[in-house]
């Protein structure tokens, strides 16, 4: 039986893999499906309504790897009728002019097929000189946004704040269980 929601990551240190399982720790195994990016197919995004992303930009704006190599497939994935939120990670003092850029980028491509995006984060509490992965009014992000880098304290109640808002936007009725991990 396929769980509620599909989560797909694409890792290459393990910051992105590990932050995905603490997504599945919240909201439940049986709830959550996780997958990497690179062993993943076209057709694994059909089995799933509800789906969370999560991509990590690196250097000067660029995409992880394996979402890479993934990039013309998942653009070819239809998204109607799924509803999708993305978390991303970025360094904001290190990388500040490009902070979550493959995170906005991957949101314009399940957007342009039809997503229903949900997760929108606020910027509050971030310092940062740019990102492709803000809205247009530059007070929210595109979906969940992680620095594991800068702000590593930060990240379990930022987790479990938005493993909330996302469970609630997602429709289901699922647990969250609050970590301080």
């Known amino acids: 039986m396929t769980a509620a929601i599909g989560l797909f990551f694409g890792s ?11 997504i599945q720790q919240r909201l439940g195994e049986e709830f959550v499906d996780v997958m990497d990016i690179a062993d993943v197919t076209q057709l694994e995004f059909a089995d799933y309504d509800c789906i969370v992303l999560g991509i990590p930009t690196w250097d000067f704006g660029q995409i992880q790897s394996d979402w890479e190599e993934f990039w013309d497939d998942v653009s070819e994935v239809d998204f109607s009728n799924k509803r999708v939120a993305l978390f991303g990670l970025g360094d ?11 995170m906005g980028m991957l949101h314009d491509v399940v957007k342009s ?3 229903q995006l949900i997760g929108y984060w606020p910027t509050e509490g971030y310092d ?3 990102s492709k992965a803000l809205l247009e009014d530059q007070k929210l992000f595109m979906g969940l946004a992680i620095d594991e880098d800068q702000q ?3 990240t379990a109640a930022r987790l479990n704040r938005w493993c909330e808002q996302i469970v609630a936007e997602f429709e289901l009725e699922i647990p969250v269980e609050h970590l301080d991990d």
Request: negative net charge.
């Open 113 to 115: 097929k039809g997503a």
């Open 92 to 102: 904001q003092f290190g990388y500040g002019d490009y902070f979550l850029d493959a």
């Open 128 to 130: 940062f000189e740019a």
């Open 152 to 154: 590593e304290e930060m």
């Open 12 to 22: 290459d240190e393990g910051n992105t893999e590990a932050v995905a399982y603490r």
